[in-house]
């Protein structure tokens, strides 16, 4: 007598590649695709990836926002000048400030070196940090113990105190000094965390049949570890990039940072100072921008934070 079979035993290539898709019968998604559904869906995401497109853009190609130049200035006939909020993309759009420069000039061209600043920084301290802490992580031992001893002594400087007696030193301060110095002061934050990463992920089933393989170091690293880690590394670095552009203007508010005839929106925001109560345009505008690229970088930094790890769904 032939055996039934119940439907739910019913085992066809058919069902098991069904069983093997998702839910919503698309193939299995990686963490990468994942991720990018979820901020698909996030308005954090795209609230500040639009900020972000239209101030890169500004940086990278401030022609196309204006073409007056941000050092042309005319004393006599522009002195202090009050915005003229009708003459929109026009050069008196945010009125003028002390030398008789266009404010709305001044901005659009400062976003190049503050982004750039802010830009360059992160691209350092990620790799600086990350290949200590991936190395302190997945060695362990006396080299764990170095590398981490030099990440709390660098911890007990603050950014802007080393950043401020570092610049010292340069009597000409430009993009890449002021980018020098802020590196060398930022990268500790991101070693700690990668380190931790390596740690947990050292010891995984992958990275042990990799290891009986025969992979050497550079190759479980490179191509079995640091996939799998890089997410909260560059959540930590997206958030931290708003900061450093942050810390640029205030050391050129300061005097440290960048100087004349360099354009930024630090070394505006200190020449306004002077005419904040006669005309707080000048100072007020640039530190707008400022803040809002800030505030866009943090609110990227979240989302990605929050399409990374599954527990913040």
């Not at 659009?108 to 991936?134: D, K, Q």
Request: net charge neutral.
């Amino acid at each position: 007598m032939p055996e039934k079979t119940l439907p739910h035993e019913t085992t066809t290539p058919e069902a098991v590649s069904t069983a093997l898709k998702s839910g919503d019968g698309s193939k299995p998604r990686s963490l990468g695709q994942d991720a990018w559904r979820e901020l698909r869906s996030s308005w954090l995401f795209w609230t500040s990836g639009v900020l972000l497109v239209l101030l890169v853009l500004m940086a990278v190609f401030p022609t196309l926002f204006t073409g007056v130049d941000p050092r042309e200035a005319d004393l006599r006939g522009h002195y202090l000048s009050p915005p003229n909020w009708s003459h929109v993309f026009e050069k008196d759009w945010f009125g003028y400030n002390g030398q008789g420069q266009s404010v709305y000039a001044r901005t659009v061209h400062g976003a190049r070196a503050s982004i750039t600043v802010g830009v360059c920084v992160t691209l350092a301290v990620t790799l600086f940090g990350g290949l200590l802490g991936m190395l302190a992580g997945y060695f362990g031992g006396w080299i764990d113990t170095l590398l981490s001893r030099l990440t709390d002594i660098f911890f007990g400087i603050p950014l802007l105190l080393g950043g401020l007696t570092l610049l010292q030193a340069f009597t000409h301060r430009t993009v890449w000094t002021v980018t020098l110095g802020l590196a060398t002061f930022g990268w500790m934050q991101i070693a700690r965390v990668m380190r931790g990463a390596v740690i947990t992920q050292k010891e995984a089933d992958f990275v042990t049949a990799a290891r009986a393989l025969g992979a050497g170091t550079g190759r479980i690293l490179f191509r079995h570890i640091l996939p799998n880690v890089i997410g909260p590394v560059i959540v930590v670095a997206t958030i931290a990039l708003g900061g450093y552009i942050s810390t640029e203007a205030t050391l050129s508010y300061l005097g440290i940072g960048l100087q004349d005839p360099v354009v930024s929106w630090g070394v505006d925001i200190a020449a306004g100072q002077s005419q904040l109560r006669d005309a707080p345009h000048v100072l007020l505008i640039p530190a707008g921008f400022l803040s809002l690229t800030v505030l866009a970088f943090i609110l990227l930094g979240d989302a990605v934070r929050d399409a990374l790890d599954p527990k913040l769904r």
